[in-house]
Nanobody, 115 residues
């Protein structure tokens, strides 16, 4: 099992940037797939970006070209750099770890983008 703690959310104007961080604990971090998901009010949770243990990445169409995801296995950290933010990016962002078919989640961090 992996424990995850997100940070870096906040209020930003449209066009601005934020960097989300997720600190993990647990021995399987480097073998885990990692990702960022988000849930806006009244909507289902959706995938934003994922990064596999080998480093390959995948992005939702809505954020491709604006967001990047990275991981630091030595520090047990995963990051989401968000640029050119839009009001529709407003959501609670969750860090995810996936290993052996099991998912672990953080408690989330709120990102609010004002127009």
């Amino acid at each position: 099992q992996v424990q995850l703690a997100e940070s870096g959310g906040g209020l930003v104007q449209a066009g601005g940037s934020l960097r989300l961080s997720c600190q993990a604990s647990g021995s399987i971090f480097s073998d885990s797939g990692l990702g960022w998901y988000r849930q806006a009010p009244g909507k289902q949770r959706e995938m934003v970006a994922t990064i596999a243990r080998g480093g390959s990445t995948n992005f939702a169409d809505s954020v491709r070209g604006r967001f990047t995801i990275s991981r630091d296995n030595a520090k047990k950290m995963v990051y989401l750099q968000m640029n050119n933010l839009k009001p529709e990016d407003t959501a609670v962002y969750y860090c995810n770890s996936r290993y052996g078919g099991a998912d672990d989640w953080g408690k989330g961090t709120l990102v609010t983008v004002s127009s």
